[in-house]
């Protein structure tokens, strides 16, 4: 399956990635890039909707905290939401889902952000 990483801003200021497809060793640079991207132009706050990726390898979760790491140094976050079957499974073997503050349900980057 082909990856893809799609941006939709959230109300509120946080962008959205959603990310489908694996994320392994030849496209984590993709999620990289659209991340780099995102910092810079500025934005701090990130929400990664995972609700359509279906692998996910160490590579991906080094993009994950990767991700996390420059958006902490720029003041900001990085957040998981929708995950499900072996994706989410990774996220609690690893510890991820706890550092990421995981949610389990998918997230509309239309809908507002919880205050």
């Known amino acids: 399956m082909t990856f893809t990483v799609t941006y939709g801003q959230r109300e509120g200021g946080a962008?959205?990635?959603r990310l489908a497809?694996?994320?392994d060793l030849s496209t984590a640079p993709e999620l990289n890039a659209a991340i780099d991207r995102l910092a810079?132009?500025?934005?701090r706050e990130l929400l990664l909707d995972l609700a359509e990726l279906t692998f996910c390898d160490s590579t991906g979760i080094a993009a994950f905290v990767r991700g996390d790491n420059l958006a902490a140094a720029a003041g900001g976050w990085l957040r998981i939401t929708g995950a499900t079957g072996r994706v989410a499974r990774v996220l609690q073997v690893t510890g991820l889902a706890e550092v990421l503050n995981y949610q389990s349900d998918a997230v509309d980057p239309a809908t507002p952000a919880a205050s």
């Open 15 to 17: 962008a959205c990635l």
């Open 21 to 23: 497809g694996e994320l």
């Open 40 to 43: 810079a132009e500025g934005h």
